[in-house]
């Protein structure tokens, strides 16, 4: 089964700063890699995904994220931090394996703020 | 847009009592997913199913079960609710072998007491 590691439960920024949210994988093989944002009482949203096309992936909210195998890493950016992304962000890994298809398997999250 | 509608926002149960989490989605998805949030822990799969009446266990299946009898509904069952199961339940659903990822509930808070 996949793993995935997502360094930093909290992480802290001040607004207009740079956001950076790391998130790596376990698996050999490029699975589809996702970033989902859970604001408080809510469910998940997709923010965006990467599924073997370009290796930096546009989402919405100014959010990217950058698919680098040889690290097998997805970290998550945004240039400039806005009150409103206060939230937790969640990576979450989706193994190619046809009987796993759509079987996702989750961080554990990191709840970001954002500071005045 | 795909909505999950999760019947419940919060519960509040007794030890012991059975429950039903209920969700319901309406866009003909193939999938559908129960998961558990606690914190620290991050999203942990309890059951999922790939069609009517189908089911699967996840991660944590133990002291749930679930039930899928028509496509666009899947409950979840605890026989008999304990306070570890106190928790944040979200329901997924997703087309079958798609590639856009999964459509959450807004979540049921359970309070076990």
């Known amino acids: 089964a996949q793993s995935v590691t997502q360094l930093g439960s909290h992480v802290s920024v001040s607004e207009g700063a740079l956001v950076l949210l790391r998130c790596n994988y376990s698996?050999?093989?490029?699975?589809?890699l996702f970033w989902y944002v859970q604001y408080p009482n809510q469910g998940l949203q997709l923010l965006l995904k990467y599924t073997s096309a370009a290796t930096l992936v546009k989402g919405i909210n100014g959010f990217e994220a950058e698919f680098k195998k040889s690290e097998t890493s997805f970290h998550l950016t945004k240039p400039s931090a806005h009150m409103s992304d206060a939230a937790e962000y969640f990576c979450?890994?989706?193994?190619?394996?046809?009987?796993?298809?759509?079987?996702?398997?989750f961080g554990s999250g990191t709840k970001l703020n954002v500071k005045p | 847009d795909v909505k999950v509608t999760q019947s419940s926002r919060y519960l509040v149960k007794r030890t012991g009592e059975k429950v039903f989490l209920e969700c319901v989605q309406d866009?003909?998805?193939?999938?559908m997913f129960w998961y558990r949030q606690d914190p620290g822990l991050g999203l942990r799969l309890i059951y999922f199913?790939?069609?009517?009446?189908?089911?699967e266990k996840g991660d944590i299946p133990e002291g749930y079960s679930v039930s899928r009898e028509k496509k666009e509904r899947f409950s979840l069952i605890l026989e008999s609710a304990s306070t570890n199961q106190t928790s944040m339940y979200l329901c997924a659903s997703s087309l079958d072998r798609a590639l856009v990822g999964y459509t959450f509930g807004s979540g049921t808070r359970l309070t076990v007491v």
């Open positions: 698996s050999s093989v490029p699975p589809y």
């Open positions: 979450a890994v989706s193994d190619r394996d046809l009987y796993n298809f759509n079987k996702f398997y």
């Open positions: 199913s790939y069609d009517v009446k189908m089911k």
């Open positions: 866009m003909d998805h193939e999938n």
